[in-house]
Nanobody, 122 residues
Framework: QIQLAESGGGLVQAGGSLRLSCKAS????????MAWFRQAPGREREHVVS????????YWANSVKGRFTVSRDNAKKTVYLQMNNLTPDDTAVYYC???????????????WGQGTQVTVSS
């Protein structure tokens, strides 16, 4: 089990950018698939992206593909979500999640952060 802490959320105007970070504590960060999810008020949690254990492969939600990028730095135990060309529909609490064996969001990730709020104004 690892502990996750997101940061970098905030208020941004439509068309702007934000970079979220998810810092992990604990051992063997490189043994975990990582993912970002988001949940808007009144809506179900939505998968944004999964990234493999070395950052070589990603699996994206169509809603953000081409606007967001993901990277991870295993030495820093951190995964990043760069969000560009934001729209009000991107407003949500963004969560990072980790799993040793779950990559696709068809199964539940075991470890979750507390989330960081992203608000995009029109």
């Amino acid at each position: 089990q690892i502990q996750l802490a997101e940061s970098g959320g905030g208020l941004v105007q439509a068309g702007g950018s934000l970079r979220l970070s998810c810092k992990a504590s604990g051992r063997a960060f490189g043994s975990y698939f990582m993912a970002w999810f988001r949940q808007a008020p009144g809506r179900e949690r939505e998968h944004v992206v999964s990234v493999d254990k070395v950052g070589a492969n990603t699996y994206w939600a169509n809603s953000v593909k081409g606007r967001f990028t993901v990277s991870r730095d295993n030495a820093k135990k951190t995964v990043y979500l760069q969000m560009n060309n934001l729209t009000p529909d991107d407003t949500a609490v963004y969560y990072c999640a980790a799993s040793r064996d779950v990559y696709y969001p068809t199964r539940e990730f075991e470890d979750w952060g507390q989330g960081t709020q992203v608000t995009v104004s029109s």
